[in-house]
Each structure stands twice: as C-alpha cells, then as structure tokens.
C-alpha cells in the first residue's frame, strides 16, 4: 500500500505541462469533465466542450478512454471525435459562438488530471503545422494533462479544441474551428 501510495505521488508530481495555468472556475462554463475511475488516484481526466444540446466536441483519445460508445463521429487524423451529451441543461445562447482562430492570444479551458478542478492557461498563437495531414494551430498559451479535449476561446468565441501538448517545445497545440466546423456540417 505504501509503494502504490508513493507511485501516485510521483506520478501526480511529475504530470505533463507546459506554461503557466491557474484554478479557473470559468471553465466551468466552457467544458465539461470526462473522467473513468477515481480521478487523481486511480483514474484519468479529459475534458470535452459542449457546442449543441445533445452533442459535445473532445479530443479522440479522451472519448475512447472515457466514452467509446458516444462517440459520433471522429477524425483520427486530427485527434477529434463528436461525443452524444446530454447539454440540455445549457440555455441555447450560452452555446459559444464558433469562429477561425487566428493569431492572436487564446484562452485554453480544461481539467487538471492532478487535481481534476478547472483550470486555464493562456498566451499566443505562435504557428500553424501540420499532423498527419491535419492543420494543428500552436500556442504558448498554457496548458496541463487533462485538458485535451478542451475549450480554445478568442475574444469570447470558441475557436479551437486542445489537442497535446509538446513539453520540448513549451507549445500547446489545438486543432480549429475552421475544421471542426466542417466535419460538425457533415454530422
């Protein structure tokens, strides 16, 4: 019991960021937690943003970890998958306004994996690239393990879903709106 109890220590001291972020109780309204297990013990935290009322947007390795059977429709490539949700508890005009991401500062909404509280990091978009035939926007904007699958805001529009993060390179990568809401127009 010791040795697992120390193992969740280091595992929990040791988990994957880059940048700076904070508690923030905003995220709230932006994402949603998606956990299996117990989350910081013996689980894992994704995070996933509602867009409609019965359907939510999340990174493809948060919905087969914590909902396969929800998923929609996904985008291997790019690391994206539509999720079935019940959002109806969200009033339809506080679903975010969707635009193209450009390269001014975004805002990262998600879920700590250490702690599972909300949180955000922020900073600027620093370059697009490309991922297995995906474009990927790159941001220093701040961002931790657990919030793939996460909500990327510009002057309060959503404009992106968090993706990975590269602790080389201190960026947080996520793919637009620009394609998220062309494959939400094949849905």
């Given at each position: 019991m010791k040795r697992l109890i120390i193992a969740a220590a280091v595992l929990m001291s040791t988990a994957c960021?880059?940048?700076?972020?904070s508690f923030d109780d905003l995220a709230l309204d932006h994402t949603k937690r998606e956990s299996i297990g117990?989350?910081?013990?013996?689980?894992?935290?994704?995070?996933s943003t509602p867009i409609t009322p019965h359907l939510s947007v999340t990174a493809l390795h948060v919905a087969r970890l914590m909902a396969p059977e929800r998923i929609t429709r996904?985008?291997?490539?790019?690391d994206i998958a539509f999720?079935?949700?019940?959002n109806s508890d969200i009033a339809p005009?506080?679903?975010?306004?969707m635009a193209n991401p450009d390269f001014r500062p975004?805002?990262?909404y998600g879920y700590s994996a250490n702690t599972a509280q909300p949180v955000s990091g922020e900073g600027p978009v620093v370059g697009i690239g490309r991922y297995n035939d995906c474009q990927?926007?790159?941001?220093k904007a701040?961002?931790?393990?657990g919030m793939s699958g996460g909500a990327v805001f510009q002057d309060g529009n959503l404009v992106g879903i968090v993706v990975a993060i590269n602790i080389k390179t201190g960026e947080s990568y996520f793919v637009g709106m620009d394609s998220i809401r062309r494959w939400l127009a094949t849905q």
């Open positions: 960021s880059v940048g700076s972020v117990i989350p910081v013990l013996a689980g894992a935290v994704g995070s996904a985008f291997e490539k790019c999720i079935a949700e019940d005009e506080d679903f975010p306004v975004v805002k990262m990927i926007y790159r941001s701040g961002a931790v393990q």
